[in-house]
Every structure is written in C-alpha cells, then in structure tokens.
Nanobody, 127 residues
Framework: QVQLVESGGGLVQAGGSLRLSCAASGRTFSSYPMGWFRQAPGKEREFVAGINWGGGTTYYADSVKGRFTISRDNAKNTVYLQMNSLKPEDTAVYYC????????????????????WGQGTQVTVSS
C-alpha cells in the first residue's frame, strides 16, 4: 500500500512560481512511475507531467512544457513539480499519482493507469 500526500499549493500571481511536493509512504516507492494531474472547476482531470521510476525520463503535457519540471528524490520518497511562469489557466487542484500495475520503466499519462492517488492541493493563479 502506498499513501501520497501533496503540499505546496497556494495563491500566486501570474508569472510567479510554486513547487509542489508529493511525499509517499512505502518501501517500494522508488520502483513506481509517478505522475501529476490537475482538475479545474467544471473540467475533467488532465495529465500534467510524468516521470519513470529512476527519474531519468520525463514527459509533459503540451500546455506546461517548458514551464513545469517534474523530478523525484527516491531517497526522500518524494516527487516534485516545479511550476514557473504560472498562468491563470493553471488554476486547479493538483494531484500526484503512483502506479505499480504496469511496467516501471515507462511513463503513463492516463489516469486509469495509476492506482494510487493523493488528496490534492489547490493552486490558484491570479491575473
């Protein structure tokens, strides 16, 4: 069993930065691909970024490419999402997710591919 707890959300002006953290419990965290998703009011949850088990491969949604960076520290059981040049359209609840139902070397961008989810953290970007 893996438990995920996000932190680092908040209110920021457009153009600002935030760093989200996702702390994971469980001895096998380092073998799980991880992802960040977000859900804005009235919209479906969407993929933001993913990282494979070792952190050597990452993948981003086009909407955040060049502005967001996903990384992980397996020694600390933590995955991060550095968000720069934030826009009002980035406003959403951000969720981290982990998966152990598929291969660990890949990155996954569909929410049904993940079987562990955090409770979410709110990010609000004002214009």
């Amino acid at each position: 069993q893996v438990q995920l707890v996000e932190s680092g959300g908040g209110l920021v002006q457009a153009g600002g930065s935030l760093r989200l953290s996702c702390a994971a419990s469980g001895r096998t965290f380092s073998s799980y691909p991880m992802g960040w998703f977000r859900q804005a009011p009235g919209k479906e949850r969407e993929f933001v970024a993913g990282i494979n088990w070792g952190g050597g491969t990452t993948y981003y949604a086009d909407s955040v490419k060049g502005r967001f960076t996903i990384s992980r520290d397996n020694a600390k059981n933590t995955v991060y999402l550095q968000m720069n040049s934030l826009k009002p359209e980035d406003t959403a609840v951000y969720y981290c997710a982990a998966t152990n139902i598929l291969g660990y070397s890949r990155i996954y961008s569909y929410d049904y591919e993940y079987n562990y989810w955090g409770q979410g953290t709110q990010v609000t970007v004002s214009s």
